[in-house]
């Protein structure tokens, strides 16, 4: 049984796949996915050499993630040849772990937790029986998120304003865990979630 999990930056996601995990469901982790595809000796590094330069290897062998970043921030084309190259095998590796966690147990929840899941119409992609969306309002995502990473209060617009609103992924949400209350209230929503598919109490 397969389903996503999504939200916005600063909206807790990373707390409720924990959660999720700690319940008896397996993560698919589309973050950790995308640090394993480049790492050295895979197809994707040499890809990125090929197209980017040696400048974006650092000394031991692995992706220089920095320099890459600098390169492809704010530059459409470098962007779009990066996503070319990661983003097939990503997908594919995915599918490929849902894939495996279905058939070894059929009744397991499975959940792909992927940040840009609409921004990238993965969505439509997967058979998801269900969308999770972690939702806190902007203003509350605002303030986690300066503190959290120190930022001034433009950097942290700049940053939730380059994702989809937050209000329009809980519009498309199946489900939405609103997790600006307490970790209590949270942990309440994501209870009630797993028993009303697993059928556990």
């Known amino acids: 049984m397969n389903v996503g ?3 916005g930056i600063a909206c807790g996601k990373s707390r409720v796949s924990r959660m999720l995990e700690a319940r008896g469901a397996a993560i698919v982790d589309a973050d950790r996915i995308a640090r394993e595809v480049v790492l050295p000796g895979r197809p994707a590094l040499l890809d990125i050499r090929e197209t980017f330069g040696e400048d974006v290897i650092a000394p031991d062998g692995t992706l220089d993630r920095k ?6 921030f704010g530059d459409e084309s470098a962007r779009r040849k990066l996503e070319a190259i990661t983003h097939p095998r990503i997908r594919a590796e995915m599918a490929r772990q849902m894939s495996e966690w279905n058939e070894k147990e059929p009744d397991r929840l499975v959940v792909a937790d992927i940040p840009l899941l609409y921004e990238s119409g993965l969505d439509k992609l997967y058979a998801f029986e269900d969308v999770l ?3 806190v309002p902007r203003e509350v995502q605002l303030e986690r998120l300066m503190a959290r990473d120190g930022m001034s209060r433009e950097d942290a ?5 380059a994702q989809m609103p937050i209000e329009e992924k809980r519009k498309r949400a199946d489900v ?3 997790n600006s209350g307490s970790l209590a209230e949270t942990e309440r929503q994501v209870e009630a979630y797993v028993a009303g598919k697993t059928g556990s109490t």
């Open 157 to 161: 617009e700049r940053r939730i304003d």
């Open 176 to 178: 939405v865990i609103d």
């Open 133 to 135: 969306v972690v939702y």
């Open 5 to 7: 999990l999504t939200g």
């Open 67 to 72: 320099r890459l970043g600098s390169i492809v």
